[in-house]
């Protein structure tokens, strides 16, 4: 008979159960988060319809573009309701304007797992520091302050613009959920990424020497850097030519 069952139960093996997050403001040099004010919409309203070019952000989004900034009022006022989710306005530190929102979602303090999600930014600023740094600041909070042990990313299998940025914020491809809903365009199959505590060290400091670079003519592809990081897992593409060298450096 097996008797070591005292290591099944030692305390020292359960990991802490993380803090329950709540809404605070992050500043950063590119980007200020605060929570989603719902007068926000009127702009951002503007900024992602209007042209078939600025509709386009909502392309693998389940939900969106909107007839009206009411209607796209009224879905953000339920989101907020929510209790499994913090919805949070991204601006611009240059300008104050709202240029997005990014979510805290599946947030499940007693296994320490979170998800960023729901992420959206008008045409503008893709490409920019704002969605690197948005989501650095709250994985630094969640992973630092919070004590969670994994960050999930999921996206549309064919979102490749969304399953690159993953890999260039430090996520790993985990898998494909296939079949795993049906949204607006029909089948959707789930890429999932995840960031783990340990992983966090390294991927910070790639992180933040990519951002805060004082030279950044000269900071590199933080795909690059973050491809390295021991333990990496690649994603295959659908285009077969993408390499290291030749994904986005933004």
Known sequence: ??????????????????????????????????????????????????????????????????????????????????????????????????????????????????????????????????????????????IQELGYRRIAWRCNSNNEASKRSALRLGFEFEGIFYNHMIVKNGNRDTAWFGLIDQRWPPVSKNLETWLYHSKPEHRGSLFQLNTMVKGYSNVIMKDKSDSLSNVLTH
């Open 1 to 142: 008979m097996f008797k070591n069952t005292e290591n099944f139960n030692s305390a020292s093996t359960i990991p802490k159960k993380a803090m329950l997050p709540i809404y605070k403001d992050f500043y950063g040099q590119y980007v200020i988060l605060k929570k989603l004010d719902l007068e926000e919409l009127d702009l951002l309203y503007e900024k992602t319809h209007g042209s078939d070019e600025l509709i386009t952000v909502w392309q693998y989004l389940p939900y969106g573009p909107f007839n009206s900034p009411e209607e796209m009022k009224q879905f953000y006022a339920n989101y907020l309701t929510s209790s499994t989710k913090l919805v949070f306005c991204v601006h611009s530190a240059k300008t104050q304007e709202p240029i997005g929102i990014t979510c805290l979602e599946d947030i499940n303090p007693d296994m320490g797992t979170i998800e960023v999600a729901s992420v959206l930014y008008c045409k503008s600023v893709q490409k920019t520091e704002a969605n690197t740094e948005t989501v650095y600041l709250l994985m630094k909070h969640c």
